[in-house]
Nanobody
Framework: QVQLVESGGGLVQAGGSLRLSCTTS????????MAWFRQAPGKEREFVAA????????LYSDSVKGRFTISRDDAKNTVYLQMDSLKPEDTAVYYC????????????????????WGQGTQVTVSS
């Protein structure tokens, strides 16, 4: 049974930092593109960042580029999202997602490409 469990969310002031973690089980971690999405109240879920199975390719949404960093630790089956210079508009539930891919350097950003999802972790940024 595949499980993705996010942690690290919380309340932080604008300009602060948080690091989200997503620990997986039940899948071949290195064969999966890993990504973070987020959903703010009243809005559609949106792509945030993705990392290829090899870890050599990353992709970010324009809204977080230069402030967020995605990384992975295959030994721990865990993907991270380091979030710096947080803004109130970053407030959302953040979801981890996994997409099996035979291509180790490919990343994707479409929600319907991802097979497995976590339950989400709340991030709230106060102004």
């Amino acid at each position: 049974q595949v499980q993705l469990v996010e942690s690290g969310g919380g309340l932080v002031q604008a300009g602060g930092s948080l690091r989200l973690s997503c620990t997986t089980s039940g899948l071949t971690f290195s064969m999966n593109i890993m990504a973070w999405f987020r959903q703010a109240p009243g809005k559609e879920r949106e792509f945030v960042a993705a990392i290829s199975g090899s870890g050599t390719t990353t992709l970010y949404s324009d809204s977080v580029k230069g402030r967020f960093t995605i990384s992975r630790d295959d030994a721990k089956n865990t993907v991270y999202l380091q979030m710096d210079s947080l803004k109130p508009e970053d407030t959302a539930v953040y979801y981890c997602a996994a997409d099996y891919s035979r291509w180790s350097t490919v990343v994707v950003d479409r929600e319907n490409e991802f097979d497995y999802w976590g339950q989400g972790t709340q991030v709230t940024v106060s102004s």
